[in-house]
């Protein structure tokens, strides 16, 4: 494992826990064999949508993945509340706090587009085919002489007018603390010459949502559904406009102050307060930097 890689200091045990009202077991049942059947759905119509794209335009295929990011949140059991407008229809860098798995569909359901991914998720099953149908970027996290490429396939794919989504703390965080916004992909929206809209996703109960660490996916799914009330919330924060900024360092930091002021308030002592100290074999790696 790379030693350059992204750290975050959250684990399942310490930031992955809910204590609250609990949903019964028949509804969290239901629950999770709803949240996979809509997830599949996507898998098996995504060519339609794609070939309806093609045929109508962007704003068609967008509509139709908002529609079924909804509807897979709505089976999971999890109420989405959105605050502010996104930047226009295309041609934007998004990027956003990173907690669990749920930020894909949450973002989805408001501002779709093409998602920046690490490599593996595209052997995974089911997922894997319809983030490649979805038109996501991978990023070879391993190999640092990749990235250059990567951002240059982003830059292209914001010329070209389409909405790129990035979460570049480049790990999952649990949400009661954040992790530095990585500085490579906003050379990105640099070199298009594109805006960089700062997204703040938050859930209700936090550990519910969480996915950190090594937690297993199974459990994670398991905590979502059976959660009595879980609530995600996405802020969509003033765009950052092209020419002011002028280096992607300035850049990620503006972008990461703005997200950070509507972060959960970190506890007085916690884990969160030493991810220096971590090591990368310790740390959630969901997501690439």
Request: hydrophobic content about 50%.
């Amino acid at each position: 494992m790379s030693v350059w890689l992204p750290t975050a200091p959250c684990t399942p045990e310490a930031c992955a826990t809910h204590t609250g009202r609990t949903a019964a077991a028949p509804l969290a049942v239901l629950r999770l064999l709803a949240g996979v059947s809509a997830v599949l759905a996507g898998v098996v119509l995504s060519p339609f949508a794609a070939l309806l794209g093609l045929l109508f335009g962007a704003r068609v295929r967008h509509a139709l993945t908002r529609y079924w990011a909804r509807a897979v949140l709505r089976a999971f059991g999890v109420r989405l509340r959105v605050t502010g407008v996104p930047h226009g229809e295309r041609a934007s860098l998004v990027v956003a706090n990173h907690i669990s798995w749920l930020d894909i569909p949450v973002i989805a359901a408001v501002m779709p587009g093409r998602m920046l991914a690490k490599t593996e998720v595209r052997r995974w099953p089911v997922l894997g085919p319809l983030a490649a149908r979805g038109g996501t970027l991978f990023l070879e996290r391993d190999r640092l002489r990749a990235l250059p490429a990567t951002v240059a396939a982003m830059a292209d794919a914001l010329r070209g007018g389409a909405r790129v989504i990035v979460f570049p703390e480049g790990s999952t965080w649990c949400g009661r603390g954040q992790g530095r916004f990585r500085p490579a992909a906003f050379q990105a929206a640099l070199d298009a010459g594109a805006a960089v809209q700062p997204v703040h996703i938050g859930y209700g109960p936090t550990g519910a949502a969480a996915f950190v660490g090594d937690d297993p996916l199974p459990a994670s799914l398991w905590r979502v559904v059976t959660a009595g009330a879980l609530t995600a919330e996405i802020r969509l924060l003033p765009p950052i406009l092209p020419g002011s900024r002028t280096d992607r360092r300035s850049l990620a930091l503006s972008a990461q102050l703005a997200v950070d002021r509507l972060s959960a308030k970190r506890p007085a002592s916690s884990v969160h307060q030493c991810v220096n100290s971590i090591p990368a074999a310790a740390s959630s790696l969901r997501t690439p930097a």
